[in-house]
């Protein structure tokens, strides 16, 4: 059997250190794959004004599996102000690449799977109503519809003509803007469609019956935000009833929801938003299971089997020049399990996640964060473990 062709795009910042170390781990669990590196990110932006080149879609286009590092994103002027001479004043607009592969390549479905690891001195702790400490177990897994909302990239300042006539159909609109002068208003869009949002309804009852999650929860603002927010809840309605009736349906408000995360975050399974939303909320369960050093997540296209496998976190360039880089490499080490999930490589990538889930209980192999350190260049001075140091741990379980 041939090897397979994994692109890997290590991005910006921190990207590079997180990614080699991460195949590192694959070639030690017995992956055998080729690599082909795509250009993406702040440089190519500033040197070719353009942050996802057309070579690096053709890549993917061809070899369908990415494994993606980290990236860099700045406000429009600042970006601007970073172009190459040659480039200026030529209408380029910065956009994140990341968004650009998920439209592309409509890697609508997003799944950022959040999970306690026992012995990690950044879990979560509570008081008890006996005074005592609790630990809660969180297992909690967020779909999170990735290529409309307000991500979807409809939007404009000073909006056009016939937008603002579009605008002012609406009553609301000119009771409370229809007296702002047109150039001072900027909008932004939050899109939802009936066949992108059934998709990933059915993706996140699939997953829940797949894996035994009691429930699947909705996280939105439908008592607010009435027509997005509201299809979205009747729609999972309709499907629990139809084909999941033994899986509990809930729905929370996304403000609702961020409060109660530290109140019982182990009675969540399963949950499902929109784009923003889900952004925020696995954010926030990222922080039970010890922040985004741990924060993994895949997006993919079922129909094209193309998916882009990345840790969460950004590319935290004052990192990344550091003589010795310090950062956490497990989100990006456990993104690479979730690709081996996909490609059907399941029993490898539990060995591999059976190895850092030994690393952490054992605790003798800490990174900054985990040592609750400032992240600072001198922390493996003090005792805190590599990069390289963490993957080595984990190479040596497996």
């Known amino acids: 059997m041939s090897k397979r062709t994994i692109v890997t795009l290590p991005g910006d910042g921190i990207g590079r250190a997180v990614l080699d170390e991460t195949l590192r781990v694959l070639e030690a669990a017995g992956f055998e794959a080729d690599y082909i590196e795509g250009d993406i990110g702040w440089e190519f932006w500033k040197k070719e004004g353009n942050p996802l080149p057309e070579r690096t879609i053709k890549l993917i286009e061809e070899h369908k599996i990415a494994l993606f590092g980290a990236i860099t994103s700045k406000p429009k002027d600042a970006a601007a102000e970073e172009l190459d001479e040659s480039l200026r004043d030529k209408g380029l607009v910065y956009s994140s690449p990341i968004v650009g592969l998920r439209q592309h390549f409509n890697l609508d479905i997003c799944m950022r799977p959040c999970h306690t690891y026992k012995g990690n001195p950044l879990n979560f702790i509570r008081r008890g109503a006996d005074g005592g400490v609790e630990e809660p177990e969180v297992d909690v897994v967020i779909f999170r519809q990735n290529t409309e909302g307000l991500y979807g990239g409809v939007e404009w300042s000073n909006p056009p003509e016939k937008v603002y006539e579009a605008l002012m159909t609406h009553p609301k609109f000119v009771k409370n803007f229809g007296k702002t002068p047109k150039e001072e208003i900027s909008v932004s869009t939050r899109i939802f469609t009936k066949k992108a949002t059934e998709?990933?309804?059915?993706?996140?009852?699939?997953?829940?019956?797949?894996?035994?999650?009691?429930?699947?929860?909705?996280?939105?603002?439908?008592?607010?935000?009435?027509?997005?927010?509201?299809?979205?809840?009747?729609?999972?309605?309709?499907?629990?009833?139809?084909?999941?009736?033994?899986?509990?349906?809930?729905?929370?408000?996304?403000?609702?929801?961020?409060?109660?995360?530290?109140?019982?975050?182990?009675?969540?399974?399963?949950?499902?938003?929109?784009?923003?939303?889900?952004?925020?909320?696995?954010?926030?369960?990222?922080?039970?299971?010890?922040?985004?050093?741990?924060?993994?997540?895949?997006?993919?296209?079922?129909?094209?089997?193309?998916?882009?496998?990345?840790?969460?976190?950004?590319?935290?360039?004052?990192?990344?020049?550091?003589?010795?880089?310090?950062?956490?490499?497990?989100?990006?080490?456990?993104?690479?399990?979730?690709?081996?999930?996909?490609?059907?490589?399941?029993?490898?990538?539990?060995?591999?996640?059976?190895?850092?889930?030994?690393?952490?209980?054992?605790?003798?192999?800490?990174?900054?964060?985990?040592?609750?350190?400032?992240?600072?260049?001198?922390?493996?001075?003090?005792?805190?473990?590599?990069?390289?140091?963490?993957?080595?741990?984990?190479?040596?379980?497996?």
């Not at 509990?248 to 975050?265: F, G, H, S, V, Y």
């Not at 922040?291 to 590319?315: K, M, R, W």
């Not at 996640?353 to 605790?363: H, P, S, T, Y």
Request: with cysteine; aromatic share 8%; hydrophobic share 40%.
């Open 199 to 398: 998709r990933i309804l059915r993706a996140a009852f699939n997953h829940a019956k797949e894996y035994g999650y009691k429930s699947v929860t909705v996280c939105e603002k439908p008592n607010v935000i009435r027509e997005t927010s509201g299809m979205m809840y009747k729609m999972a309605q309709e499907i629990q009833k139809a084909g999941f009736p033994e899986i509990e349906l809930w729905n929370t408000n996304i403000d609702a929801q961020m409060m109660w995360l530290t109140k019982n975050p182990e009675d969540y399974g399963v949950i499902v938003a929109g784009n923003m939303f889900g952004d925020i909320v696995s954010d926030g369960f990222a922080g039970l299971i010890g922040g985004l050093g741990f924060a993994c997540s895949a997006q993919f296209n079922p129909d094209s089997g193309i998916g882009v496998f990345e840790p969460t976190h950004g590319s935290a360039p004052k990192y990344a020049d550091y003589p010795v880089s310090i950062v956490n490499p497990i989100a990006m080490i456990e993104s690479a399990c979730m690709m081996l999930d996909f490609i059907d490589e399941k029993p490898m990538a539990a060995k591999i996640r059976k190895a850092v889930a030994e690393v952490i209980a054992e605790g003798k192999v800490r990174t900054y964060d985990m040592m609750k350190m400032r992240g600072t260049p001198d922390v493996v001075k003090k005792g805190a473990a590599s990069t390289k140091d963490m993957a080595d741990a984990i190479i040596s379980k497996l």
